[in-house]
């Protein structure tokens, strides 16, 4: 079995016909019998959860993740209410919604859960659910597309689904809801009169299928604009589900690609396909823009480029005081914007001082908005490798990172590796023990193994980063408690770096954010 | 039979959040109060209101979105339990209201015959949304009047600001003369803000008004501007600036129901009454009323 978390992905449209009317046109009855198949498909799956995300939902305070465990309510839709009610009554995978809040979380953006009784759940998520899973044999999770953010905020959402399932071990089936042609006709039209809105319309439905038939999803994410522009109507700011659909599985174009069904729905293009991960691939992988790994804010884009009275209004503007995490107060930097800051000023020439620069600007950021989190989600596993050759890189095996920064980040031929402590990955004990118990008196650990555990633990992430410990140029290393905890420290330290003769800095600090006695972060040359 | 007539146009904001802070039973969330500026001037609106001869509210709300026409509430009772998709957080209101439907069909025959696409939202299942719960319970909080609710058709999505601007005057036009036969005597609502450019966190007390302001100066100035205008009576030249006003600031303005009531009340000459000008959650809110009755109308603030 192959090791993606996500099975299959599907593509189905949002409007109530095939549930409620599938009987009235024959497109629509097409539509139904083609979400029926998906159901069987799901059944006879293996998935742990289906994952909903619904252009029909829309959040303005960040993303919204459904976590009321069975919610139940009879839906009616705002414009086809004459074509009857859909009571549901869902199952919801609450510890999956709340990972994949934390993933969100982690990778910088705002989420939160919702879970009360009678929340409005869109027509969109309706439709999907009680054809796909009516008799939720298989939990699912929602989530919102917000309707200010845009492609960084929509593919980092995606990863961070793909960072839950693998810390939790599920496999799922993804559903992106949405039209393809998004103009409906704006007067009533008889059911055996409905057809694709325009020419135009019809011409790039038949393209966008055709990009999903050969399996080319990420070339259809790389379009999402020029999509947008041709046949969205324009009431939100981007075409955001195939850049969901595709970082959720994955960002390439190895699919096999199944148009099961195609049919106008009051004049906007529906369509139910299907995408299941091969090893094949039609065409080479287009890359017009960025890859984008955390959603770092939105970095004064607008204030550059029209002056302050854009932003922050505008769509994009930078991030308010309001808007931050109450931390912010406290001076927080994004850490990945401070290490690039630093690589700036220090440049690679004076390792030295930027190796405590670093360290400096590790403990700054701790004690802002990552100290804040790093409670919540600090027993979050953040997995899944993404490397390139300049950029930040998230070690698959190493222990989760505590804030929204990466393992480690490559500039040029040196690799930065964030501070890292004893934590087991798998588990997140604390080799030797923790230093304090939950009230805060404190216990007696074992210093040795708990440095044992963080280099193995550097030793994890270089190795992610095609390097190994011989590759060390400069160790900073954190201690509490100094005088306790030296002799035995430098033992083991000794051991492991004694012939690789890497330059050393040891600091006392007054603590670190989880009960561990050391923390270490070290320069490498890149291989 | 009477002329039926317009009695009273309000602005009526339905920030969700100013609910919340009132704590009325029927709102489940509890809150420690905020947004007082508003909610002062919304109490002082609902007293005029009482003093008031009328039979049914008429309101515009943008949160029921209609792509195929607009659409009238055709039910006589509907009681439910109202959650904001958006704040769920602050409101989960639970509403028993009453609809005038009598006068509800009559503004979509009206309005039909004038040539715009309209239907009748008989589903009894049917959730009010909160647009229209919020801008109510503020007006009038003992419930004691139908309202007919309409839907906001969105033009400026498929279209522009500017059709927008000239389908909502016909509607408005058409719900004129439908009242004016109906004999009845009927306040209009037009239920949204001004600048409407939300932050996108959230305090972790929302009431916490040491977080709220409006979200950047632009957005204040085109508010003010657009508040003189109401305040000086020239709510033609208002409704004329409208698309440019809706497209800078993303304006609820968007959803035509400013536009529709001016349309309805002749687009009046005199003042407007101002209650109060507050922002919520960075979105810029007035509560203001437009009073036909030259004994009863006021200058406010």
């Given amino acids: 079995m192959s090791d993606d978390p996500v099975l299959f992905g599907l593509y189905v449209p949002p409007h109530p016909h095939p549930l409620l009317a599938p009987e009235q046109n024959k497109g629509w009855g097409e539509l139904r019998a083609a979400y029926d198949e998906c159901r069987r498909r799901i059944e006879e799956s293996e998935a742990d959860v289906i994952i909903v995300y619904s252009t029909t939902w829309p959040s303005i305070v960040g993303h919204q993740f459904q976590v009321q465990p069975e919610p139940e309510w009879v839906h009616v839709d705002d414009d086809f209410h004459f074509l009857g009610s859909m009571p549901y009554k869902f199952k919801m995978d609450v510890e999956f919604g709340n990972a994949y809040r934390d993933a969100a979380e982690s990778r910088g953006l705002h989420a939160r859960t919702v879970a009360y009784h009678g929340f409005p759940i869109d027509t969109g998520s309706v439709v999907a659910l009680s054809l796909l899973n009516p008799d939720?044999?298989?939990?699912?999770?929602?989530?919102?597309?917000?309707?200010?953010?845009?492609?960084?905020?929509?593919?980092?959402?995606?990863?961070?689904?793909?960072?839950?399932?693998?810390?939790?071990?599920?496999?799922?089936?993804?559903?992106?809801?949405?039209?393809?042609?998004?103009?409906?006709?704006?007067?009533?039209?008889?059911?055996?009169?409905?057809?694709?809105?325009?020419?135009?319309?019809?011409?790039?439905?038949?393209?966008?299928?055709?990009?999903?038939?050969?399996?080319?999803?990420?070339?259809?994410?790389?379009?999402?604009?020029?999509?947008?522009?041709?046949?969205?109507?324009?009431?939100?700011?981007?075409?955001?589900?195939?850049?969901?659909?595709?970082?959720?599985?994955?960002?390439?174009?190895?699919?096999?690609?199944?148009?099961m069904a195609y049919a106008a729905l009051h004049g906007s293009g529906g369509a139910v396909i299907q995408l299941t991960p091969s090893k094949g691939s039609v065409g080479d992988k287009e890359f017009d823009e960025d890859d984008v790994e955390i959603y770092r804010g939105d970095r004064n884009v607008l204030v550059t480029a029209a002056g302050d009275m854009q932003a922050p209004g505008g769509v994009d503007g930078p991030l308010d005081e309001a808007e931050r995490p109450e931390e912010d107060e406290e001076g927080w930097r994004n850490p990945v914007e401070v290490i690039d800051d630093l690589y700036d000023e220090y440049g690679s020439t004076v390792i030295s001082h930027a190796g405590g620069a670093l360290g400096a600007a590790a403990g700054a950021a701790i004690a802002g908005p990552v100290g804040g989190v790093a409670a919540s989600i600090v027993a979050k596993k953040t997995v899944g490798k993404m490397m390139s050759k300049d950029g930040a890189i998230i070690a698959e095996d190493a222990p989760s990172a505590v804030g929204a920064y990466p393992h480690a980040r490559r500039m040029g031929n040196l690799l930065f590796i964030s501070g890292v402590g004893p934590r087991n990955p798998e588990d997140n004990r604390i080799p030797g023990g923790p230093i304090e118990d939950g009230d805060g008196n404190p216990l007696n650990y074992d210093i040795e193994a708990q440095t044992e555990a963080c280099i193995e633990n550097i030793r994890i992430i270089l190795e992610a980063c095609e390097a190994d410990l011989s590759n060390v140029i400069d160790v900073t290393t954190f201690l509490v408690d100094m005088k306790r905890d030296f002799e035995g420290y430098n033992k083991v330290y000794a051991k492991h770096f004694e012939e690789i003769q890497a330059t050393r800095t040891t600091l006392a600090i007054q603590a670190l954010p989880t009960p561990i006695a050391v923390e270490m972060k070290v320069i490498a040359k890149a291989p | 039979?009477?002329?039926?007539?317009?009695?009273?146009?309000?602005?009526?904001?339905?920030?969700?959040?100013?609910?919340?802070?009132?704590?009325?039973?029927?709102?489940?969330?509890?809150?420690?109060?905020?947004?007082?500026?508003?909610?002062?001037?919304?109490?002082?609106?609902?007293?005029?209101?009482?003093?008031?001869?009328?039979?049914?509210?008429?309101?515009?709300?943008?949160?029921?979105?209609?792509?195929?026409?607009?659409?009238?509430?055709?039910?006589?009772?509907?009681?439910?339990?109202?959650?904001?998709?958006?704040?769920?957080?602050?409101?989960?209101?639970?509403?028993?209201?009453?609809v005038d439907v009598e006068l509800s069909e009559k503004m979509c025959e009206i309005a039909g015959e004038a040539g715009i696409i309209t239907k009748m939202m008989r589903n009894p299942d049917f959730r009010v949304d909160y647009g229209t719960i919020t801008s109510c319970h503020l007006l009038n909080p003992d419930w004691d009047k139908p309202i007919v609710t309409v839907s906001s058709n969105r033009n400026r999505h498929y279209y522009s600001v500017e059709v927008m601007n000239e389908q909502a005057q016909a509607l408005g036009r058409a719900c004129r003369k439908a009242i004016e036969e109906s004999g009845k005597r009927?306040?209009?609502?037009?239920?949204?803000?001004?600048?409407?450019?939300?932050?996108?966190?959230?305090?972790?007390?929302?009431?916490?008004?040491?977080?709220?302001?409006?979200?950047?100066?632009?957005?204040?100035?085109?508010?003010?501007?657009?508040?003189?205008?109401?305040?000086?009576?020239?709510?033609?030249?208002?409704?004329?600036?409208?698309?440019?006003?809706?497209?800078?600031?993303?304006?609820?303005?968007?959803?035509?129901?400013?536009?529709?009531?001016?349309?309805?009340?002749?687009?009046?000459?005199?003042?407007?009454?101002?209650?109060?000008?507050?922002?919520?959650?960075?979105?810029?809110?007035?509560?203001?009323?437009?009073?036909?009755?030259?004994?009863?109308?006021?200058?406010?603030?």
């Fill in chain 1, 136 to 259: 939720n044999r298989i939990p699912a999770c929602i989530v919102s597309s917000n309707m200010y953010s845009n492609r960084s905020e929509t593919i980092v959402l995606g990863k961070a689904a793909r960072d839950a399932l693998k810390a939790q071990g599920k496999k799922a089936v993804i559903v992106a809801v949405s039209s393809l042609s998004n103009r409906m006709f704006t007067k009533h039209v008889e059911p055996q009169d409905d057809r694709i809105h325009s020419a135009k319309d019809e011409d790039w439905n038949q393209k966008i299928l055709e990009f999903f038939e050969d399996g080319r999803l990420e070339d259809l994410s790389q379009l999402s604009r020029d999509i947008h522009g041709q046949i969205r109507v324009q009431k939100v700011v981007a075409y955001k589900p195939a850049w969901w659909m595709a970082a959720t599985m994955g960002q390439h174009n190895n699919y096999d690609g199944e148009v």
């Fill in chain 2, 1 to 98: 039979m009477t002329k039926g007539e317009i009695v009273l146009g309000c602005l009526a904001p339905h920030p969700p959040h100013l609910v919340y802070a009132e704590n009325p039973d029927e709102n489940e969330p509890v809150s420690e109060g905020g947004w007082e500026a508003l909610r002062w001037g919304y109490a002082r609106l609902a007293r005029k209101l009482k003093t008031i001869d009328y039979d049914a509210l008429v309101i515009l709300t943008p949160h029921w979105q209609t792509y195929i026409g607009t659409h009238f509430l055709g039910c006589d009772a509907f009681k439910s339990l109202s959650v904001d998709p958006i704040f769920p957080n602050l409101f989960r209101y639970h509403y028993d209201l009453k």
């Fill in chain 2, 186 to 301: 009927v306040v209009l609502i037009a239920s949204h803000s001004l600048s409407h450019r939300h932050f996108t966190t959230e305090a972790p007390l929302p009431e916490d008004m040491s977080r709220e302001h409006i979200y950047n100066h632009s957005q204040y100035v085109w508010d003010m501007k657009v508040i003189d205008l109401m305040r000086d009576g020239k709510m033609q030249e208002f409704i004329d600036l409208m698309p440019e006003f809706t497209e800078q600031t993303m304006a609820e303005t968007e959803g035509g129901g400013l536009t529709w009531m001016m349309a309805a009340m002749g687009m009046p000459s005199y003042p407007a009454e101002i209650y109060g000008y507050q922002s919520v959650i960075g979105t810029g809110n007035v509560v203001a009323c437009w009073d036909p009755n030259e004994e009863t109308r006021e200058l406010v603030l």
